[in-house]
Antibody
Framework: QVQLVESGGGVVQPGRSLRLSCAAS????????MHWVRQAPGKGLEWVAV????????YYAGSVKGRFTISRDNSKNTLYLQMNSLRVEDTAVYYC??????????WGQGTLVTVSS | DIVMTQSPDSLAVSLGERATINCKSS????????????LAWYQQKPGQPPKLLIY???TRESGVPDRFTGSGSGTDFTLTISSLQAEDVAVYYC?????????FGQGTKLEIK
Protein backbone atom coordinates (compact mmCIF):
# COMPACT_ATOMS: atom_id res chain seq x y z
CA GLN A 1 0.00 0.00 0.00
CA VAL A 2 1.10 3.55 -0.66
CA GLN A 3 2.83 5.22 2.27
CA LEU A 4 4.17 8.74 2.54
CA VAL A 5 5.99 9.66 5.72
CA GLU A 6 7.13 13.23 6.31
CA SER A 7 9.90 14.18 8.71
CA GLY A 8 12.14 17.10 9.56
CA GLY A 9 9.64 19.48 11.11
CA GLY A 10 10.29 21.36 14.31
CA VAL A 11 10.69 24.78 15.87
CA VAL A 12 12.98 27.21 14.08
CA GLN A 13 13.71 30.92 14.42
CA PRO A 14 12.73 33.40 11.72
CA GLY A 15 15.35 33.68 9.02
CA ARG A 16 16.70 30.19 9.59
CA SER A 17 16.48 27.11 7.39
CA LEU A 18 14.90 23.68 7.61
CA ARG A 19 14.74 20.67 5.30
CA LEU A 20 11.73 18.42 5.18
CA SER A 21 11.79 14.88 3.85
CA CYS A 22 9.05 12.59 2.60
CA ALA A 23 9.81 8.88 2.39
CA ALA A 24 7.66 7.09 -0.16
CA SER A 25 6.82 3.41 -0.48
CA UNK A 26 4.24 1.15 -2.05
CA UNK A 27 4.46 2.60 -5.56
CA UNK A 28 7.06 3.29 -8.24
CA UNK A 29 8.22 6.64 -6.91
CA UNK A 30 10.17 7.59 -10.04
CA UNK A 31 7.00 7.41 -12.15
CA UNK A 32 5.08 10.14 -10.35
CA UNK A 33 5.23 13.83 -9.71
CA MET A 34 5.05 14.90 -6.09
CA HIS A 35 3.65 17.90 -4.24
CA TRP A 36 4.09 19.76 -1.00
CA VAL A 37 0.95 21.29 0.51
CA ARG A 38 0.79 23.16 3.80
CA GLN A 39 -1.89 24.05 6.32
CA ALA A 40 -1.44 26.79 8.89
CA PRO A 41 -3.02 26.07 12.27
CA GLY A 42 -6.80 26.28 11.97
CA LYS A 43 -6.59 27.39 8.34
CA GLY A 44 -7.16 25.93 4.89
CA LEU A 45 -4.89 24.12 2.49
CA GLU A 46 -2.19 25.98 0.56
CA TRP A 47 -0.39 24.34 -2.34
CA VAL A 48 3.37 24.94 -2.03
CA ALA A 49 5.28 23.21 -4.82
CA VAL A 50 5.32 20.37 -7.33
CA UNK A 51 8.15 18.42 -8.95
CA UNK A 52 7.92 16.19 -12.00
CA UNK A 53 8.68 12.50 -11.86
CA UNK A 54 12.28 12.96 -12.93
CA UNK A 55 12.92 16.25 -11.17
CA UNK A 56 13.27 18.22 -14.37
CA UNK A 57 10.27 20.51 -13.79
CA UNK A 58 9.49 22.39 -10.59
CA TYR A 59 6.83 24.97 -9.81
CA TYR A 60 6.21 27.01 -6.69
CA ALA A 61 3.59 29.11 -5.00
CA GLY A 62 4.39 32.80 -5.10
CA SER A 63 4.58 32.93 -1.31
CA VAL A 64 7.60 30.59 -1.24
CA LYS A 65 9.27 31.18 -4.59
CA GLY A 66 12.94 32.03 -4.17
CA ARG A 67 13.00 30.75 -0.58
CA PHE A 68 11.89 27.11 -0.87
CA THR A 69 13.35 24.42 -3.13
CA ILE A 70 11.64 21.13 -3.94
CA SER A 71 13.82 18.20 -4.95
CA ARG A 72 13.80 14.43 -5.04
CA ASP A 73 16.12 11.46 -4.94
CA ASN A 74 14.54 8.66 -6.92
CA SER A 75 17.25 6.22 -5.81
CA LYS A 76 16.11 6.78 -2.22
CA ASN A 77 12.36 7.16 -2.93
CA THR A 78 12.48 10.45 -1.08
CA LEU A 79 11.06 13.91 -1.68
CA TYR A 80 12.55 17.00 -0.08
CA LEU A 81 11.61 20.58 0.68
CA GLN A 82 14.47 22.91 1.52
CA MET A 83 13.05 25.94 3.30
CA ASN A 84 15.28 29.00 3.69
CA SER A 85 14.64 32.46 5.13
CA LEU A 86 11.73 31.12 7.11
CA ARG A 87 9.03 33.51 8.26
CA VAL A 88 6.47 33.33 11.03
CA GLU A 89 3.79 32.93 8.37
CA ASP A 90 5.44 29.70 7.15
CA THR A 91 4.24 28.02 10.36
CA ALA A 92 2.10 25.09 9.22
CA VAL A 93 1.70 21.37 8.89
CA TYR A 94 3.50 20.38 5.71
CA TYR A 95 2.08 17.46 3.74
CA CYS A 96 3.66 15.62 0.86
CA UNK A 97 1.24 14.20 -1.68
CA UNK A 98 1.51 11.91 -4.68
CA UNK A 99 0.44 13.38 -7.99
CA UNK A 100 -2.13 11.68 -10.17
CA UNK A 101 -3.27 14.33 -12.58
CA UNK A 102 -5.55 16.16 -12.04
CA UNK A 103 -5.33 15.60 -8.32
CA UNK A 104 -3.30 14.32 -5.39
CA UNK A 105 -4.37 10.80 -4.59
CA UNK A 106 -2.26 9.94 -1.54
CA TRP A 107 -1.15 12.19 1.29
CA GLY A 108 1.19 11.78 4.21
CA GLN A 109 0.22 12.56 7.79
CA GLY A 110 2.20 15.78 7.75
CA THR A 111 5.02 17.33 9.75
CA LEU A 112 4.63 20.51 11.79
CA VAL A 113 6.94 23.45 11.19
CA THR A 114 6.81 26.25 13.75
CA VAL A 115 8.68 29.45 13.02
CA SER A 116 9.03 31.47 16.18
CA SER A 117 11.59 33.52 18.03
CA ASP B 1 -3.31 33.04 -10.89
CA ILE B 2 -6.63 31.20 -10.67
CA VAL B 3 -8.59 31.93 -7.50
CA MET B 4 -11.00 29.33 -6.11
CA THR B 5 -13.94 30.53 -4.03
CA GLN B 6 -16.21 28.17 -2.13
CA SER B 7 -19.64 28.80 -0.68
CA PRO B 8 -20.84 28.63 1.95
CA ASP B 9 -17.97 28.76 4.43
CA SER B 10 -19.95 26.48 6.74
CA LEU B 11 -23.03 24.38 6.44
CA ALA B 12 -25.23 22.46 8.88
CA VAL B 13 -27.42 19.70 7.46
CA SER B 14 -29.63 17.10 9.12
CA LEU B 15 -28.71 13.44 8.90
CA GLY B 16 -30.15 11.90 5.76
CA GLU B 17 -30.60 15.26 4.07
CA ARG B 18 -28.77 16.67 1.05
CA ALA B 19 -25.67 18.84 1.40
CA THR B 20 -24.50 21.07 -1.43
CA ILE B 21 -21.15 22.85 -1.59
CA ASN B 22 -20.27 25.27 -4.35
CA CYS B 23 -16.93 26.18 -5.86
CA LYS B 24 -16.20 28.93 -8.35
CA SER B 25 -12.98 29.38 -10.28
CA SER B 26 -11.84 32.80 -11.49
CA UNK B 27 -10.94 31.28 -14.87
CA UNK B 28 -12.11 28.39 -16.97
CA UNK B 29 -10.47 25.12 -15.86
CA UNK B 30 -11.53 23.13 -18.92
CA UNK B 31 -8.61 22.16 -21.14
CA UNK B 32 -9.76 22.36 -24.74
CA UNK B 33 -7.01 19.98 -25.88
CA UNK B 34 -8.47 17.02 -23.97
CA UNK B 35 -11.93 18.39 -23.08
CA UNK B 36 -11.34 17.60 -19.42
CA UNK B 37 -12.11 19.74 -16.36
CA UNK B 38 -9.10 20.08 -14.09
CA LEU B 39 -11.02 20.29 -10.82
CA ALA B 40 -10.85 18.02 -7.77
CA TRP B 41 -12.63 17.76 -4.42
CA TYR B 42 -11.11 16.66 -1.12
CA GLN B 43 -12.49 15.78 2.29
CA GLN B 44 -10.50 16.52 5.45
CA LYS B 45 -11.56 15.20 8.82
CA PRO B 46 -10.10 16.65 12.04
CA GLY B 47 -6.52 15.55 12.66
CA GLN B 48 -6.27 13.78 9.30
CA PRO B 49 -4.74 14.63 5.94
CA PRO B 50 -7.07 15.41 3.04
CA LYS B 51 -8.64 12.55 1.13
CA LEU B 52 -9.35 12.69 -2.59
CA LEU B 53 -13.07 12.34 -3.34
CA ILE B 54 -13.65 13.55 -6.91
CA TYR B 55 -11.45 14.40 -9.89
CA UNK B 56 -12.13 15.62 -13.44
CA UNK B 57 -14.94 17.51 -11.62
CA UNK B 58 -17.25 14.48 -11.60
CA THR B 59 -15.27 11.22 -11.44
CA ARG B 60 -15.52 9.54 -8.08
CA GLU B 61 -12.28 8.17 -6.64
CA SER B 62 -12.23 4.43 -6.03
CA GLY B 63 -13.89 3.53 -2.75
CA VAL B 64 -15.77 6.81 -2.35
CA PRO B 65 -19.46 6.22 -1.58
CA ASP B 66 -21.85 7.04 -4.39
CA ARG B 67 -23.70 9.55 -2.22
CA PHE B 68 -20.86 11.93 -3.18
CA THR B 69 -21.38 13.54 -6.59
CA GLY B 70 -19.39 16.22 -8.36
CA SER B 71 -20.84 18.33 -11.12
CA GLY B 72 -20.40 21.58 -12.95
CA SER B 73 -18.72 23.14 -15.93
CA GLY B 74 -16.88 26.25 -16.97
CA THR B 75 -16.20 28.08 -13.76
CA ASP B 76 -18.96 26.80 -11.46
CA PHE B 77 -18.82 23.46 -9.69
CA THR B 78 -20.78 21.62 -7.03
CA LEU B 79 -20.16 18.80 -4.60
CA THR B 80 -23.37 17.14 -3.47
CA ILE B 81 -23.78 14.64 -0.67
CA SER B 82 -27.15 13.07 -1.33
CA SER B 83 -27.91 11.72 2.14
CA LEU B 84 -25.68 13.04 4.89
CA GLN B 85 -24.11 10.48 7.19
CA ALA B 86 -22.45 11.21 10.53
CA GLU B 87 -19.05 10.25 9.11
CA ASP B 88 -19.32 12.98 6.47
CA VAL B 89 -18.64 15.71 9.03
CA ALA B 90 -15.49 17.31 7.67
CA VAL B 91 -14.07 20.27 5.80
CA TYR B 92 -14.36 20.02 2.03
CA TYR B 93 -12.00 21.68 -0.44
CA CYS B 94 -12.07 22.15 -4.18
CA UNK B 95 -8.82 22.52 -6.09
CA UNK B 96 -7.95 23.52 -9.62
CA UNK B 97 -5.23 21.61 -11.45
CA UNK B 98 -5.42 23.67 -14.63
CA UNK B 99 -2.34 25.78 -14.01
CA UNK B 100 0.17 26.47 -11.28
CA UNK B 101 -0.24 27.54 -8.57
CA UNK B 102 -2.74 24.72 -8.00
CA UNK B 103 -5.02 26.72 -5.75
CA PHE B 104 -7.49 25.32 -3.25
CA GLY B 105 -10.74 26.90 -2.22
CA GLN B 106 -10.89 28.23 1.34
CA GLY B 107 -12.85 25.19 2.51
CA THR B 108 -16.42 24.51 3.59
CA LYS B 109 -17.04 23.11 7.05
CA LEU B 110 -19.90 20.62 7.06
CA GLU B 111 -21.66 19.84 10.34
CA ILE B 112 -24.73 17.98 11.51
CA LYS B 113 -27.80 20.07 12.31
Amino acid sequence: QVQLVESGGGVVQPGRSLRLSCAASGFIFSNYGMHWVRQAPGKGLEWVAVISHDGSDKYYAGSVKGRFTISRDNSKNTLYLQMNSLRVEDTAVYYCAKDRKPAMDYWGQGTLVTVSS
Amino acid sequence: DIVMTQSPDSLAVSLGERATINCKSSQNVLYSSDNKIYLAWYQQKPGQPPKLLIYWASTRESGVPDRFTGSGSGTDFTLTISSLQAEDVAVYYCQQYYSTPFAFGQGTKLEIK
